[in-house]
């Protein structure tokens, strides 16, 4: 008993202790309806492959309306190209309500545009001249970058 209770107490400071992810989203492009940020930290390409998350965020609504999805983007810089993985929605209280992976191939990413931007900031040590908010939900409540 006294050795579970042990191992519990281990486990939970392993836990406490273990880095957390860390996260510093920009805007980078928007539209009347949707705003497009990139998770700057993940853009520094590993072994030739940039993996990032993009998110869509309606560009209007409360504070309090969570509503956004993400979506795993990976670019290769050697070639220029790039494939979606996992998408994820959250609702309007922030919790995840669907998940999903598309596991493209890899294809040429095209200049410009919301792939080709990615790209750039990844290939190209270029970076979005915005403010960067630690979470999406930071964002929203700064007034979703009006």
Not at 32 to 56: E, K, N, Q, S, W
Not at 87 to 102: C, F, I, K, L, Q
Request: aromatic share 6%.
């Amino acid at each position: 008993m006294i050795r579970t209770i042990g191992l519990a107490a281990i486990m939970a400071t392993a836990a406490l202790a273990s880095p957390v992810a860390a996260e510093s989203w920009a805007t980078f492009s928007r539209s009347d309806a949707i705003v497009y940020l990139v998770d700057l930290d993940g853009l520094t390409p590993v072994d030739g492959v940039a993996t990032t998350r993009m998110a869509r965020v309606p560009a209007r609504g409360d504070a309090a309306n969570l509503s956004h999805e993400t979506e795993e983007v990976m670019v290769r810089c050697s070639d220029g190209q790039s494939r979606s993985g996992a998408t994820v929605t959250y609702g309007a209280d922030g919790a995840e309500t669907d998940r999903y992976s598309e596991d493209t191939p890899w294809e040429a990413t095209p200049s410009g545009g919301i792939y080709g931007g990615i790209k750039s900031f990844a290939c190209e040590e270029m970076r979005p001249q915005t403010t960067a908010f630690p979470t999406i939900q930071a964002f929203i409540a700064g007034g979703r970058g009006q």
